[in-house]
Nanobody, 120 residues
Framework: QVQLVESGGGLVQAGGSLRLSCAAS????????MGWFRQAPGKEREFVAA????????RYADSAKGRFTISRDSAKNTVYLQMNSLKPEDTAVYYC?????????????WGQGTQVTVSS
């Protein structure tokens, strides 16, 4: 059973940084694509960034480009989202997700989410 556990959220001032972590377990993830999504109050969930476990695929939403960096540590089975220059509009619950096929964006497994709040 795949389990994804996010951590690292919190309250930060605008312009600050946070690093989110997603610890994955329960499967061999070498063929997976891992993604970060977010959902702000009253809004739909939106894509933030994704990386294939092999590292060959990296994708960012336009809102994340230049400010966020996704990475993974295969030895720790952990995916990270480094968020810099945070803005109040980045406030949301951030979710980690896993897609079994790295060439397809079909995310089947989701974490419980971690809250990120950016104050102005």
């Amino acid at each position: 059973q795949v389990q994804l556990v996010e951590s690292g959220g919190g309250l930060v001032q605008a312009g600050g940084s946070l690093r989110l972590s997603c610890a994955a377990s329960g499967r061999t993830f070498s063929s997976y694509r891992m993604g970060w999504f977010r959902q702000a109050p009253g809004k739909e969930r939106e894509f933030v960034a994704a990386v294939s476990w092999s590292g060959g695929i990296i994708r960012y939403a336009d809102s994340a480009k230049g400010r966020f960096t996704i990475s993974r540590d295969s030895a720790k089975n952990t995916v990270y989202l480094q968020m810099n220059s945070l803005k109040p509009e980045d406030t949301a619950v951030y979710y980690c997700a896993a897609a079994p096929n790295s060439s397809q964006e079909e995310y089947r497994h989701w974490g419980q989410g971690t809250q990120v709040t950016v104050s102005s």
